[in-house]
């Protein structure tokens, strides 16, 4: 898409994500960018109801990026202190137990994360697919951040099989970034061009496409004509979405 088509498209976005009762695209944004209730519904703790978490998560950051206040509640009966405990590790922000919420703020959209097969709450309704850990114990002993970006990399309406290969994959992105966001913070400031900031707007308002957020920060990562001051701010801006700490040796001995 050329650049200014690309960026009238961005003036114009909304996030859109697809209601897995329809299989339609709906606005996830109330038109008034009124109080939105985003509902993480959980069946108990294990590798996919940390991942309707995660997805929950990354929703609330989207929509708080884009201006809506957002109400995050987490909705489940049992095991809810190994979730937020695992949660937290990943990065994920504190949601209230609905059980303590009450009756309600008075939002205006109600957004419902639940996993495949579950959950068939009243309201839109976001599906995570499952995830298949392979090999046991595989991801024993991994940097929390290294399984987030693991589950980022992945569609979250397609099966994540968790194997080794992913992870080191996962552990190699993350390493390589943080050291390049390490060393480009060494670079004057420059800002993130408007076509970059558009291309990462467009792909998360778009069914809340981390994978091709990731897609665009490896693109930047290598692309031969941008100041490294400006790959170091759009990291950094993506990173309000994605979560990964990226910034995270900043000051470190070299």
Same mark, same amino acid.
């Given at each position: 898409?050329?650049?200014?088509?690309? #960026?009238?498209?961005?003036?114009?976005?909304?996030?859109?994500?697809?209601?897995?009762?329809?299989?339609?695209? *709906?606005?996830?944004?109330?038109?008034?960018? !009124?109080?939105?209730?985003?509902?993480?519904?959980?069946?108990?703790?294990?590798?996919?109801?940390?991942?309707?978490?995660?997805?929950?998560?990354?929703?609330?950051?989207?929509?708080?990026? !884009?201006?809506? +206040?957002?109400?995050? #509640? #987490?909705?489940?009966?049992?095991? %809810?202190?190994?979730?937020?405990?695992?949660?937290?590790?990943?990065?994920?922000?504190?949601?209230?137990?609905?059980?303590?919420?009450?009756?309600?703020?008075?939002?205006?959209? *109600? %957004?419902?994360?639940?996993?495949?097969?579950?959950?068939?709450?009243?309201?839109?309704?976001?599906?995570?697919?499952?995830?298949?850990?392979?090999?046991?114990?595989?991801?024993? !002993?991994?940097?929390?951040?290294?399984?987030?970006?693991? %589950?980022?990399?992945?569609?979250?309406?397609?099966?994540?099989?968790?194997?080794?290969?992913? #992870?080191?994959?996962?552990?190699?992105?993350?390493?390589?970034?943080?050291?390049?966001?390490?060393?480009?913070?060494?670079? +004057?400031?420059?800002?993130?061009?408007?076509?970059?900031?558009?291309?990462?707007?467009?792909?998360?308002?778009?069914?809340?496409?981390?994978?091709?957020?990731?897609?665009?920060?490896?693109?930047?990562?290598?692309?031969?004509?941008?100041?490294?001051?400006?790959?170091?701010?759009?990291? *950094?801006?993506?990173?309000?979405?994605?979560?990964?700490?990226?910034?995270?040796?900043?000051?470190?001995?070299?």
């Amino acid at each position: 898409m050329p650049a200014r088509a690309r #960026l009238c498209a961005y003036a114009r976005l909304v996030l859109r994500i697809t209601d897995a009762r329809t299989g339609e695209p *709906v606005d996830a944004t109330p038109a008034r960018r !009124g109080l939105t209730r985003v509902e993480a519904h959980t069946r108990g703790f294990d590798p996919t109801n940390l991942r309707v978490l995660l997805v929950a998560d990354l929703l609330v950051r989207a929509l708080e990026l !884009g201006g809506t +206040p957002v109400w995050a #509640l #987490l909705v489940g009966e049992r095991d %809810l202190p190994e979730l937020r405990a695992a949660g937290a590790a990943l990065g994920v922000r504190p949601f209230e137990d609905s059980r303590d919420a009450g009756t309600g703020l008075g939002e205006a959209q *109600v %957004l419902h994360v639940v996993g495949e097969g579950g959950e068939t709450p009243d309201g839109v309704r976001v599906a995570v697919a499952p995830v298949r850990p392979e090999g046991p114990g595989a991801a024993d !002993g991994i940097d929390p951040t290294v399984l987030r970006l693991a %589950l980022l990399a992945h569609p979250r309406n397609s099966t994540l099989r968790l194997d080794q290969a992913a #992870l080191d994959d996962a552990t190699g992105t993350l390493a390589r970034w943080r050291g390049a966001v390490a060393a480009w913070a060494h670079r +004057p400031s420059r800002p993130i061009p408007d076509e970059v900031r558009a291309d990462l707007r467009t792909v998360w308002e778009d069914d809340l496409d981390a994978v091709g957020v990731l897609r665009v920060l490896r693109d930047v990562e290598t692309a031969p004509d941008l100041p490294d001051g400006a790959r170091f701010e759009t990291y *950094v801006y993506a990173d309000r979405l994605l979560g990964l700490d990226l910034a995270r040796d900043l000051g470190a001995p070299a």
